[in-house]
């Protein structure tokens, strides 16, 4: 069975790009052929793993932005955070497993996308924060998100 190759123009003002035909002799037999119906697209995972790289680069993006600032507002106003909110509450498990190991500020983030908060009105750190949002995500008592 022939493969046919398409090879970069040498030279940029060429209007066409060559094709070439090669055939492997004997790989007629070897080549296995795939049934077009065994072939699935998998929307959700295709979905999953474009959201999971879209977050990354948000977050990165944003922690590069917010490093040294210190105000909350300017931090939460920071146009690669709000774009991590506009992600909706598909993002909540990504900041969830973002959270757990590298508490930080990106959990008031999860306050906007839910509308609930983890705070009991007392002084708390980022880092207890961070827990309380884990174990009641982790254990279930955060749904329907």
């Not at 119906?37 to 977050?55: A, G, P, Q, T």
């Not at 757990?100 to 509308?115: D, F, K, M, Q, R």
């Amino acid at each position: 069975m022939p493969f046919i190759i398409d090879l970069p123009p040498s030279n940029t003002h060429v209007e066409s790009v060559k094709t070439e035909m090669i055939s492997i002799e004997g790989s007629e037999n070897n080549i296995p052929t795939i049934d077009d119906r065994s072939i699935v697209f998998e929307k959700d995972l295709y979905e999953n793993i474009y959201l999971n790289d879209k977050f990354k680069s948000l977050v990165e993006l944003w922690e590069q932005n917010t490093a040294f600032e210190s105000s909350i507002s300017n931090i939460i106003q920071e146009d690669n955070f709000k774009k991590i909110i506009n992600l909706g509450k598909k993002a909540v498990p990504l900041i969830i497993d973002k959270i757990e190991y590298e508490p930080s500020v990106l959990v008031w983030a999860l306050n906007i996308i839910t509308g609930k908060s983890m705070s009991s009105g007392g002084r708390e750190t980022i880092e207890q924060i961070c827990k309380k949002w884990v174990n009641a995500f982790r254990t279930g008592r955060i749904q329907n998100v």
